[in-house]
């Protein structure tokens, strides 16, 4: 029974030779595309923000709250603000951050290896001040003390800029530098006459501090000149009674200048990463707002610096397919193992060719190898010199007998079995052959 079954199993052996080395190739070709696509994303990102109180708090909670669902953990970091974010993205302290536009440029962005991943909102720029203060032109603002915030925030160079546009230098007023929360104590105390800071209208401090009696919201009246001056920012109105209607507050259309907010990534942050981060972008940001219509937000647009590609791909065609039907690890998986299909294909479709006449050879091989030793034999036979043929007839009569007993020990596949019948009958014919 046993050799039964060699005769009709597959050779195992052959089988492994004949495939062995493709098969560590098509081996090697997988781990180099899994390599490549790096199917997998890390399980912790981290995200810096802004101040406590700021917008940017509060909307990186909703983001760690977001891709929470789909098992990433974003790792908040509280900053000063956007230039402050943009030197931890700089410096690989963080995998991506809020920043305003106007905070840099594209040459800057590009060479320092950032992307955008899009446009989130307007923050217009809040310039609130004590009622006693009498001031409707920025020149006006003279002799004042204003809190700009901290230098990190990127508020201070960007107000610098429109006070610069009015004429009035540093010189002409005295500035400090408290973060928002302690510079709104200030304020509220009398101890300065107005700060400023760049935020969204749903921040709490913008909140509190359009309801809080005895402080008014200056009026950029001049909003539409200032963006023709400065490119990056956006004109923007604060309806009439949009803060409260039962107490008319505002009083009066107010005009304010605008940059936007951008989620700006480092050029290495995982592509599915990108992709959650654009998705939970299009929720929280997507409806309508005081300064936006509905789906304005998230955008491409309104930006400096150039955007990522998989957030191209989101604005251009919506969610991945996969994504519609299945959870994001498998969708992403299946997503991005494309590669490895391609490269599994490539080798998968000339090896199926190649290797089935390799594996006939190297059966057919081990039959054809007797065939030398019957060919040596028949040499040995006709050199052989006359006085000697009974010697050598006698010896290479052993010989062959020693062929076909190790012949007939030869396993090999049942459908070869004709090869094998053929080299026992042209054994028998040599022995006839000596024998007459």
């Not at 230039?83 to 594209?106: C, H, K, M, P, Y």
């Not at 009035?168 to 530098?177: G, H, I, Q």
């Not at 200056?218 to 000149?225: G, K, L, M, S, V």
């Not at 028949?378 to 007839?393: K, N, S």
């Amino acid at each position: 029974m046993s050799k039964i079954l060699a005769f009709t199993r597959f050779s195992l052996k052959d089988l492994i030779v004949t495939t062995g080395p493709a098969a560590l190739a098509v081996a090697a070709a997988c781990v180099l595309a899994y390599k490549l696509v790096d199917p997998m994303p890390p399980r912790t990102v981290t995200l810096s923000t802004g101040q406590e109180n700021s917008a940017y708090e509060v909307i990186g909670k909703k983001y760690a709250q977001a891709l929470a669902k789909h098992g990433i953990t974003v790792k908040l970091l509280p900053s000063e603000g956007s230039l402050d974010n943009l030197q931890r993205l700089n410096s690989g302290n963080a995998d991506i951050a809020f920043v305003q536009s106007g905070s840099t440029s594209e040459d800057e962005a590009e060479r320092r290896g950032l992307t955008s991943i899009g446009s989130l909102f307007t923050e217009p720029v809040w310039l609130f001040m004590r009622d006693k203060v009498k001031a409707n032109e920025l020149k006006q603002l003279k002799g004042l003390k204003l809190n700009l915030g901290p230098e990190g925030s990127g508020v201070p160079r960007l107000f610098r800029q429109v006070l610069e546009a009015n004429g009035v230098t540093p010189a002409d007023f005295t500035a400090s530098a408290l973060e928002n929360t302690p510079a709104t104590v200030e304020l509220l105390e009398g101890r300065i006459d107005g700060l400023v800071f760049s935020s969204a209208p749903d921040a709490p401090l913008v909140q509190m501090l359009l309801m809080t009696p005895g402080i008014k919201l200056f009026d950029f009246t001049q909003a539409e000149a200032y963006t023709r001056r400065l490119p990056f920012l956006s004109h923007v109105v604060l309806p009439r009674g949009i803060v409260d209607l039962g107490r008319d507050l505002p009083p009066h259309d107010v005009h304010l200048i605008a940059p936007t907010a951008t989620l700006v990534a480092r050029d290495d942050l995982h592509p599915a990463l990108e992709d959650l981060f654009v998705q939970a972008a299009a929720q929280i940001h997507g409806g309508a707002g005081w300064f936006q219509h509905q789906g304005q937000f998230p955008s491409p647009s309104y930006t400096e610096i150039p955007v990522a590609r998989e957030a191209a791909r989101f604005y251009k065609d919506g969610p991945p397919l996969l994504q519609r039907y299945m959870n994001f690890w498998l969708a992403n998986f299946f997503e991005r193992m494309w590669v490895l299909v391609v490269a599994l294909g490539a080798l998968i479709l000339p090896l199926s060719k190649v290797l089935p006449p390799l594996y006939v050879w190297r059966i057919r091989s081990r039959v054809f190898r007797w065939y030398g030793q019957l060919r040596a034999v028949e040499q040995t036979l006709a050199d052989a010199p006359p006085e000697q043929r009974d010697a050598v007839h006698a010896q290479q009569l052993a010989h062959l007998n020693d062929i076909e007993d190790k012949v007939n020990q030869m396993s090999i596949p049942l459908s070869f079995a004709d090869e094998l019948y053929g080299l026992r009958s042209h054994i028998n014919m040599v022995r006839q052959r000596i024998a007459e």
